[in-house]
């Protein structure tokens, strides 16, 4: 991976040594030690009307500074044209192999034909990522995620990193080290976290390691039982008031609770409709606009990351 | 066309000679010549959630007795567990080969590099039937329509109809031969009309010869001027009053006036989201029920005509 090893490089002229720590990441950003950094990223972008018109209503309000794509959806074209009237918004791909929805559904960019094992017999994305672990070919894998970028790059957009739709790269060494590959070649960085992939995909901490890589080191994602105690919204300020120095993520899935919202997430109240309404409602706040303020937190882009990795 | 020829002898057995005209149909249905038939067909169905709800409604509502599906659709899962669940409801399919909207996109069930000629530089359908008569191939059009019948026959479904978004098989010879062709060798009525052709899609009268087919004698289909003066119920009322002995169809699009559907038809009035909102509750209406019953209006199904032409 030779993008890889010049960053490494260009870090290594920055720091004192060899970057493998989070202090030496943020000097090379240019930022304090003691600095909270953090991004507040919205997923799912291109799902549906609800979740677009919300995402665009939270960026604008800009509260949160960055977001990403789901190419393979419906409501791709809507946010699509939306990034390119407002390229300034940082927008990453959602690499998509998974469909989490019970009478919402979406398949592969690529046809059933070109990507067998992504698909299930009516030619849909597998609901969980257990199926794409157990039946995805790499190879196959690595094609439709390709394809994805190619489509949003031949529509013109200019994405700024990539992550990973239900971290579902994060369940194999060999997924993960296809999406460094992947932001390798396109030379976007990617949305990596240890909490993501040992807690929610399922790779053992003894079989990964993050070293020498750009780590997001703290990641809040809302939880089932915040959010059915009436706490979510309790949960990201709190998420706010603790921040630690160092590079910080809140990932976010708004949207609008409507008549659509609803009917897509049927029977999932796991990031479902209701749930993505706070988190539009928290996200537009007073209450988190004054947060950032009183805690000093310094909002980071991924275009700086991009620049400093990719220069 | 073997199965023609053999729909043709039938009704001549049927019949006192070769049939060529509705009096003969009608006989060959069981019906009295001066029985007014009515079909009150909604198209559409899977397009999207709010048109697909209110497509449910109004079905269990008992006033539309048939609706046609949306196979390339993104509502399409939802719509098929529905007909899986209810296959009394007579269902077609709405062969679809271009897609109207602005903001909202779908694309051809098979991919772009197997119908090159259907898409535009994006890969989805073409906005108007004028650039797919100038652009499609034939071949093309044929591929995509049986692929698109064959997805809905693997999902489980067993439709009753064929017929033809935005009626793009009604502008050209070319075309209607070969949906002419489909339907008869997945041996399923193709819904032929002279107004469609002539008004709605652009085939001149000298071109074509519905004689010895089974077509709808008079097709009501709402219009923008009654739409904007506010009087479309009132339209669908009078089509109700003057209903003339014969096979009649009404063709409407029910679909809730949401959020969604809204961005859907978003500058495009023309069987827009409010339009489709007044189609549904004329059509769930109790003056519709009532009208009905006082016209001594005769429903009749696909299924019956199906059983007719290929028994």
């Known amino acids: 991976m030779p993008m890889l090893e010049a960053w490494r490089e260009k870090l290594m002229e920055k ?65 699509a044209e939306f990034a390119l009237q407002y390229p300034n918004f940082d927008h990453g791909i959602h690499l998509t192999l998974s469909c989490e929805w019970n009478s919402y559904k979406f398949g592969p960019v690529l046809s059933q034909e070109e990507v067998p094992s992504l698909v299930d017999a009516q030619g849909y ?7 794409v672990l157990n039946r995805a070919k790499p190879e196959e894998v690595k094609k439709e995620l390709c394809a994805q970028i190619e489509r949003a790059l031949s529509f013109g957009l200019r994405p700024t990193h990539l992550d990973s739709h239900m971290y579902t790269l ?71 008031k603790k921040l630690q120095p160092g590079i910080n993520m809140i990932l976010i899935h708004p949207a609008y609770d409507t008549h659509e919202m609803r009917a897509i997430t049927k029977n999932h109240p796991n990031f479902g409709s209701a749930w993505r309404q706070i988190d539009l409602e928290f996200f537009t706040s007073q209450q988190c606009e004054d947060l950032i303020k009183k805690e000093k937190i310094q909002m980071i882009s991924w275009t700086e990351i991009k620049k400093l990795i990719y220069p």
Chains 1, 2 share one sequence.
């Not at 994305?125 to 199926?131: G, T, V």
């Open 15 to 79: 720091s004192s040594g060899f970057m493998n720590n989070t202090k030496q990441m943020l000097q090379a950003l240019g930022y304090d030690n003691k600095q909270k950094l953090l991004i507040i990223h919205a997923d799912d972008a291109g799902l549906s009307h609800s979740e677009n018109q919300a995402t665009m209503e939270a960026l604008r309000r800009g509260l949160i500074n960055s977001y990403s794509i789901m190419v393979p959806c419906p409501w791709f074209y809507e946010i």
């Open 125 to 131: 994305f597998f609901k969980s990522r257990k199926e």
């Open 170 to 240: 994060g369940t194999s060494i060999e997924f993960l080290n296809l999406y460094r590959e992947i932001g390798n070649f396109y030379q976007l960085p990617i949305m990596l976290n240890s909490k993501l992939i040992t807690e929610v995909s399922g790779i053992k901490t003894v079989e990964f390691d993050l070293k020498n890589e750009l780590v997001i080191d703290s990641l809040y994602l809302g939880n089932l039982t915040d959010f059915k105690k009436g706490k979510l919204a309790d949960y990201y300020a709190n998420a706010l």
